[in-house]
């Protein structure tokens, strides 16, 4: 009985503790909750992909330390919360729930992979939270069709680039006949419906297709197919090693064509791996520090080594574009916050819309969204670039 | 001009194909397994020159050598560990223990080395020379004599040797092949070695041409296994040919029909040719007493 009485206090004592727990917990959450601003990204922080990660990182803290300096949004400091996708979609979209739904993010942040941002598309739109994308290329995930878009993105995109591949072929090389040697996979696909479309629009013919794979050794079957049918420039969309390979075939060849590229040699070691002619791809940026005059620029430099005490210089900061990227993302994001006045989802969507003029690193945006145009590049904004002594430098 | 260069490269990437499925060959011969992290010991090759001879420095011969002999080490290692343990109790359990060991090794590679693919430099495969008036760098003509030499000696040692004799022995009867002296435990250690370094030296040979990273083996080694099997994997001469003709079809698809279609028509070759030639092409039939 005396045991019985005892269980019976225990269990008072603890239904009055977990009482107590629940109301101090009821009171205590909303404070916490509001006392930040907070920012959700969901990036590639580990494995082969985790240097893209690492680069948005750094252009939102930037950022964020700014906005902070300056007052914070609506009164409140902005904190960056980071979730790993793994590059993985089915990750990735239980990372955007937990961020959204528990630590109730103001906006979120993706990453490098087309498959993740896209995964993401249905659930941003049905919660109605808003998405910025500073990397990740395929047209889809803001042109997607949604009757209430909330994905907005700063970065280059497949069919701007096929755009900007073909004004350059032309205007630089005098292009009539160009072909295409693409990476075979989704991303090379993408690519061959944006230039396909581009090279419509301009009346070209088109010299032929040809696919690379990652285990092609060399090159030189698919190349002489296109030099025997009369290509008189080459599209090349393919990452580091592939696009090495292609270098390395021309070299052989000995086939002086001009090569016009996406931006996939950018990551790594181009400049070692495709030999002599590696200098003589142009490839499109959004940004970059070498040759870059903007005291935006320069002033950028001085707090990125200032922050991270890592990065010593120019050749630290590559790739250049998911730092500015994500950057000029982060201070659009934080003038839709305060043009909306709330953290409340569908009037940050019209904040964005609001934003007026806002002088970024990469440009000075004038009205860059709108309920048609989710995206705040456009093929003007890219800068063509070659590699100079590993340097990604743009083309004088 | 098109056909000649695609022939120059199909040459290249059959050898390859055909020193990888050599060393299925060759422990497929005295076990009845085969280590099906072939891809990475290839790799291994490659990334173990790059570091000794190029991260570090050392002479390029002894890098090499050196490469070779972690190649032989990691052989032994997939024997011991991956395969033994699974064979002796009569388990297919090596078939997934190499698979899985493969993986393990090119993440450890992935996290070690970097993900950055390399650069290989090579005094042999850094100006082209000209060759029926297209541009081929030396290398390029060496690569498809090294398999077929390769081809040759393991197919003389098997057959005229001691040694050779021994290791057929050991896969016919193993238990006789105890009775009569002959170490059968250091045998089948002895043909994954040497199947491994067979995969190194493939690995060595083509980083200069392509480059090095941790994921460069994947495709190398399930194509290699497909013309093993269509070579006959009992036969030295059939996995080294059916590897030459495998290259060749591939680049002169790649050549003559385009790009697209190489991967359609260079697997349903092996289809096809596995359909009429179930034994490969210079396999036996298995003859099962009863």
């Not at chain 2, 059959?14 to 005295?30: D, E, N």
């Not at chain 2, 991956?82 to 997934?96: E, K, Q, T, Y």
């Not at chain 2, 993986?103 to 430099?121: A, H």
Request: one cysteine or more; proline letters at 5%.
């Amino acid at each position: 009985m005396q045991r019985l009485k005892n269980l019976k206090m225990t269990r008072r004592s603890m239904l009055l503790a977990s009482a107590v727990t629940a109301t101090s917990l009821a009171f205590s959450l909303p404070t916490a909750a509001a006392d930040t601003i907070k920012i959700g990204l969901i990036a590639s922080l580990s494995g082969p992909s985790a240097k893209s990660g690492e680069a948005i990182t750094r252009g939102m803290t930037i950022a964020i330390d700014e906005i902070n300096a300056a007052g914070g949004l609506l009164g409140k400091q902005v904190e960056l919360i980071r979730r790993d996708d793994e590059n993985n979609p089915g990750k990735g979209l239980v990372a955007a729930r937990e961020l959204v739904q528990k630590e109730e993010v103001a906006v979120l942040f993706g990453g490098l992979q087309t498959p993740v941002s896209l995964a993401l598309v249905p659930y941003m739109n049905q919660i109605k939270v808003p998405f910025m994308g500073p990397w990740a290329a395929g047209t889809p995930i803001t042109k997607n069709g949604a009757k209430e878009n909330y994905m907005f993105r700063v970065s280059a995109y497949d069919s701007m680039v096929g755009v900007a591949l073909v004004n350059r072929a032309i205007s630089s090389h005098g292009a009539k006949n160009p072909g295409m040697m693409l990476i075979n996979n989704p991303w090379g696909e993408s690519n061959e419906k944006a230039l396909s479309a581009a090279m419509a629009d301009k009346g070209l013919t088109l010299a032929g297709i040809e696919k690379i794979e990652g285990s092609d050794i060399d090159v030189v079957p698919q190349l002489t197919r296109l030099k025997e049918a009369g290509a008189d420039t080459i599209f090349m969309v393919a990452n580091v090693g592939p696009s090495a390979q292609v270098m390395k075939s021309l070299e052989r060849m000995n086939w002086d064509v001009p090569v016009v590229s996406h931006w996939g040699p950018a990551g790594g070691r181009f400049s070692e791996l495709g030999g002599p002619r590696a200098k003589d791809v142009e490839m499109i940026q959004t940004f970059t520090f070498s040759g870059n005059d903007s005291p935006a620029a320069a002033e950028m430099m001085t707090k990125l080594k200032a922050k991270f005490p890592e990065i010593k210089g120019e050749a630290d900061v590559t790739p250049a574009v998911g730092i500015a990227n994500a950057y000029d993302g982060m201070h659009l994001a934080a003038l839709a916050i305060t043009n909306a006045g709330s953290t409340d989802g569908p009037a940050i969507r019209q904040g964005f819309y609001d934003i007026k003029e806002y002088k970024g690193l990469i440009k000075t945006y004038v009205n860059p969204f709108s309920p048609e145009e989710h995206d705040a590049l456009g093929p003007d904004d890219l800068v063509f670039t070659q590699f100079i002594d590993g340097k990604i430098v743009p083309i004088k | 001009m098109l056909i000649l260069s695609a022939i120059l490269t199909g040459l290249g990437l059959g050898a390859m194909y055909g020193l990888l499925a050599l060393g299925f060959h060759i422990t497929y011969v005295v076990s009845n397994t085969v280590n099906f992290s072939q891809g990475s010991s290839m790799m291994l090759g490659a990334v173990l020159g790059y570091t000794f001879g190029v991260t570090l420095g050392w002479p390029m011969p002894l890098a090499i050598l050196l490469a070779l002999a972690g190649c032989a080490v990691y052989g032994l290692a997939v024997e011991r560990f991956l395969v033994r343990p699974f064979a002796d109790r009569g388990s297919n359990g090596w078939l997934m223990a190499t698979v899985a060991g493969g993986i393990v090794l090119d993440n450890t590679v992935l996290f070690t080395f970097g993900k950055e693919p390399r650069n290989f430099p090579s005094p042999w495969a850094s100006e082209a020379v000209d060759v029926f008036g297209i541009g081929a760098y030396p290398l390029q003509l060496v690569i498809p004599g090294v398999g077929i030499v390769a081809a040759a000696l393991l197919s003389f040692v098997l057959r005229n040797t001691k040694h050779g004799k021994a290791m057929s022995a050991v896969v016919q009867r193993p238990e006789a092949a105890r009775l009569m002296g002959i170490n059968t435990r250091f045998v089948i250690a002895g043909a994954f070695a040497v199947s491994t370094v067979l995969a190194g030296t493939a690995g060595l040979l083509i980083a200069p041409l392509f480059n090095v990273s941790s994921s460069m083996g994947l495709v190398f080694g399930i194509k290699a296994f497909a013309t093993a099997i269509l070579g006959g994997i009992g036969s030295a001469w059939g996995v080294v040919i059916a590897g030459l003709l495998y290259g060749l079809v591939e680049a002169l698809t790649t050549a003559f029909l385009g790009s697209s279609y190489t991967q359609i028509i260079g697997f349903s070759m092996i289809i096809l040719a596995l359909f009429f030639l179930p034994n490969g092409l210079l396999g036996q039939a298995e003859i099962k007493k009863v």
